[in-house]
């Protein structure tokens, strides 16, 4: 088996031989020793840091008495935990995880629409701290995940650019989470996480696919050869303000006029229904209308589906996914958007870009952004170069 793994001037580190183990690549000394052509006592030294380190759990090197199969390696789950808070427009999702992904317990809390983060920030901080003790078998905080929707600033952990909670915009969140520890704060937007959250719940084996967050507002998660696209500013898969012609000279709530959002996104179909005579106030209260069989609800979310469709058309062509995930909380009538973003897509893409294409609901439904932000936080605190300078 040739050498896999890109060499760093040393050759490949303990956090490369790690990354192999996390990512299923590996799970014996004597594969890690054929992916990356170090050798037998090269392997050993490093894996024994890790597992120094707590990191890795060992197997026997003798022949298997049943459990894991000889020389196994595997991540040790109570090396660390890591924090999840995705933050919405009305509800914020809670969770903690340990260092293979697995929940430990989990919250949800709906807030006032527009609360600004002086407010909810500190409701989330007391929050945080009692799931994390209602956890005992979480290990130390490690790192803390947290998405926003819009764009966002990784380096100084804030939002830059949110028509969905604009009073947010410039305001630095470190600094309230750091009462729960020491732990680095990694931040995404709500559609990137949701691309982090497929990752990890199809075992990395997707790709190629575009992530569609379809809930009061749209956004597009974009993950090429494995890897998730954030572009220059973080903007990438902006989607909802993109302009179209059916859109034109309606008001969004960007401050432009003619974005897809206005005829598209969950806040312009719930105001439309209102206007109807139908008591809705959230997606969610559209969404179920529709699975009670309310005509107009559905019809808003097939005609929805169409207008992104024609928008992802271009996309898919593009970027050629294998997939189209679709997230969010319209997603929960999955079959109804689907079926309107189908019908565009086929009608506008080129024939062989969706020749193999795959229309799929998210891998964790509602939780799916939950799990990204958890997802968010292993990535950066598990990275090789992260793992390296853990071990000093």
Same mark, same amino acid.
């Given at each position: 088996?040739?050498?896999?793994?890109?060499?760093?001037?040393? /050759?490949?580190?303990?956090?490369?031989?790690?990354?192999?183990?996390?990512? /299923?690549?590996?799970?014996?000394?004597?594969?890690? =020793? &054929?992916?990356?052509g170090l050798s037998r006592?090269?392997?050993? +030294?490093?894996?024994? +840091?890790?597992?120094?380190? =707590?990191l890795l759990l060992p197997g026997?090197?003798?022949?298997?008495?049943?459990?894991?199969?000889?020389?196994?390696? &595997?991540?040790?789950?109570? +090396?660390?935990?890591?924090?999840?808070?995705?933050? =919405? $427009?009305? $509800?914020?999702?809670?969770?903690?995880?340990?260092?293979?992904?697995?929940?430990?317990?989990?919250?949800a809390v709906e807030h006032e629409a527009g609360a600004d983060a002086a407010?909810?920030?500190?409701?989330?901080?007391?929050?945080?701290?009692?799931?994390? !003790?209602?956890?005992?078998?979480?290990?130390?905080?490690?790192?803390?995940?947290?998405?926003?929707?819009? !764009?966002?600033? &990784?380096v100084r952990v804030m939002s830059i650019d949110s028509p969905v909670i604009p009073g947010w915009d410039g305001v630095e969140l470190a600094p309230y989470l750091a009462r729960l520890g020491d732990a680095p704060v990694v931040i995404g937007n709500d559609a990137?996480?949701?691309?982090y959250s497929e990752l990890l719940g199809r075992g990395r084996s997707l790709r190629d696919a575009l992530v569609l967050k379809a809930s009061t507002g749209l956004g597009l998660g974009i993950v090429a050869d494995g890897q998730v696209l954030k572009g220059h500013l973080g903007a990438a898969g902006e989607i909802g303000h993109t302009r179209v012609a059916r859109a034109a000279g309606l008001p969004c709530r960007c401050g432009a006029t003619g974005c897809l959002e206005t005829i598209a996104g969950g806040w312009a179909l719930v105001a439309e229904l209102a206007s109807s005579g139908t008591e809705v106030a959230h997606v969610r209260d559209l969404v179920a209308q529709a699975g009670r069989g309310n005509a107009d609800a559905r019809s808003l979310l097939r005609r929805s589906g169409r207008e992104i469709g024609e928008v992802l058309a271009m996309a898919i062509n593009l970027l050629n996914p294998e997939a189209v995930v679709i997230g969010g909380d319209m997603a929960l009538a999955h079959?109804?958007?689907?079926?309107?973003? @189908? &019908?565009?897509v086929y009608a506008h893409a080129a024939a062989l870009a969706t020749?193999?294409? @795959?229309?799929?609901?998210?891998?964790?439904?509602? $939780?799916?952004?939950?799990?990204?932000?958890?997802?968010?936080?292993?990535? =950066?605190?598990?990275?090789? !170069?992260?793992?390296?300078?853990?071990l000093g």
């Open positions: 088996m040739r050498a896999l793994v890109e060499r760093s001037a040393v /050759g490949p580190t303990a956090g490369m031989l790690f990354d192999l183990v996390r990512g /299923g690549r590996a799970t014996t000394r004597t594969q890690l =020793g &054929e992916l990356t006592t090269a392997v050993t +030294a490093r894996v024994g +840091a890790l597992v120094s380190a =707590g026997e090197e003798m022949a298997s008495t049943g459990g894991r199969p000889p020389g196994s390696l &595997e991540v040790n789950p109570a +090396a660390g935990s890591v924090l999840a808070l995705a933050i =919405g $427009r009305s $509800r914020v999702q809670l969770g903690v995880y340990d260092l293979t992904g697995a929940e430990l317990a989990s919250d407010t909810l920030m500190p409701q989330v901080v007391a929050r945080a701290r009692a799931l994390m !003790a209602s956890a005992p078998s979480a290990g130390e905080l490690v790192a803390t995940g947290l998405s926003l929707p819009g !764009a966002v600033d &990784e990137d996480v949701l691309a079959d109804l958007v689907a079926a309107g973003i @189908r &019908e565009s020749r193999d294409l @795959r229309f799929l609901p998210t891998a964790y439904g509602e $939780r799916s952004g939950l799990v990204g932000c958890a997802a968010l936080a292993l990535d =950066g605190v598990l990275h090789p !170069a992260a793992v390296d300078v853990r």
